[in-house]
């Protein structure tokens, strides 16, 4: 029960502090010293709001090392977002440079790093990669001093998956970032994904079973929500935003 209990109050937390809070207590009673959360939005279009976050309880240099990632050259050079980009699953790791379940090429990178690691006290822990629409690339980190085994590590995995994503629903709620993010219609996204995947507006109108006037309204009303001209900018945008997929 109180693992629930736990969860719950991640997923209820009323700030953003809170949620830090919350993450750390479940963290610290699952033998997790340390964590980190970082997330990269896809393009706002000019919106007044920031696309990058992220927060760790480092008390040392390595905890400059996630607020780097904000500039997009350091985190394209980053084992761990590139990790994520890749599509792997959730991975343990240790300061030895042992990585598992990741990229042969990644694996060899992350390793340079990860012997690093160790001077500042590090051991070994795990990394979750989180995707979502509208998320460029995320991942959150859990490290521990009390083993070198990989397969120490390995049972923790899915739980702490759970709760990353869990804390990231939070952090979406908290941040706003589902409001940042035009509303588009069912009907809109249908004709969206049928024009992204390259049928014309009689195409749709066959496949819809209306008009192709109909059809070009959904579209113009898309774009005009997406704020950008024409059919495939509103493809691409609506694409890059996880609004619709192919």
């Given at each position: 029960?109180?693992?629930?209990?736990?969860?719950?109050?991640?997923?209820?937390?009323?700030?953003?502090?809170?949620?830090?809070?919350?993450?750390?207590?479940?963290?610290?009673?699952?033998?997790?010293?340390?964590?980190?959360?970082?997330?990269?939005?896809?393009?706002?279009?000019?919106?007044?709001?920031?696309?990058?976050?992220?927060?760790?309880?480092?008390?040392?240099?390595?905890?400059?090392?996630?607020?780097?990632?904000?500039?997009?050259?350091?985190?394209?050079?980053?084992?761990?977002?590139?990790?994520?980009?890749?599509?792997?699953?959730?991975?343990?790791?240790?300061?030895?440079?042992?990585?598992?379940?990741?990229?042969?090429?990644?694996?060899?990178?992350?390793?340079?790093?990860?012997?690093?690691?160790?001077?500042?006290?590090?051991?070994?822990?795990?990394?979750?990669?989180?995707?979502?629409?509208?998320?460029?690339?995320?991942?959150?980190?859990?490290?521990?001093?009390?083993?070198?085994?990989?397969?120490?590590?390995?049972?923790?995995?899915?739980?702490?998956?759970?709760?990353?994503?869990?804390?990231?629903?939070?952090?979406?709620?908290?941040?706003?970032?589902?409001?940042?993010?035009?509303?588009l219609t069912e009907r809109e996204r249908e004709v969206?994904?049928?024009?992204?995947?390259?049928?014309?507006?009689?195409?749709?109108?066959?496949?819809?079973?209306?008009?192709?006037?109909?059809?070009?309204?959904?579209?113009?009303?898309?774009?005009?929500?997406?704020?950008?001209?024409?059919?495939?900018?509103?493809?691409?945008?609506?694409?890059?935003?996880?609004?619709?997929?192919?």
């Amino acid at each position: 029960m109180e693992y629930w209990d736990q969860v719950e109050r991640i997923l209820r937390a009323s700030s953003f502090v809170e949620l830090v809070r919350e993450s750390k207590a479940w963290a610290t009673s699952t033998g997790f010293g340390h964590q980190a959360y970082a997330v990269k939005l896809q393009d706002l279009h000019g919106r007044d709001r920031s696309d990058f976050l992220t927060f760790n309880d480092f008390t040392s240099e390595w905890a400059e090392g996630y607020e780097a990632l904000r500039d997009p050259e350091i985190a394209s050079r980053d084992a761990r977002v590139m990790h994520v980009r890749a599509g792997m699953p959730s991975t343990a790791w240790n300061v030895r440079g042992e990585v598992g379940f990741t990229d042969k090429m990644i694996g060899k990178q992350a390793g340079q790093i990860l012997r690093r690691a160790g001077e500042y006290g590090l051991r070994a822990g795990i990394t979750v990669p989180i995707s979502s629409p509208g998320v460029s690339w995320a991942f959150m980190t859990f490290t521990t001093d009390a083993t070198f085994d990989l397969r120490d590590l390995f049972c923790t995995i899915a739980p702490m998956t759970y709760v990353a994503s869990c804390l990231h629903v939070s952090a979406r709620r908290l941040q706003g970032w589902d409001e940042a993010r035009p509303r588009l219609t069912e009907r809109e996204r249908e004709v969206l994904r049928w024009a992204a995947l390259g049928k014309t507006s009689w195409d749709i109108s066959a496949i819809l079973s209306v008009s192709e006037r109909t059809v070009n309204f959904h579209l113009q009303g898309a774009a005009r929500k997406l704020e950008v001209n024409g059919r495939q900018a509103a493809c691409a945008r609506a694409i890059a935003l996880g609004l619709i997929t192919l």
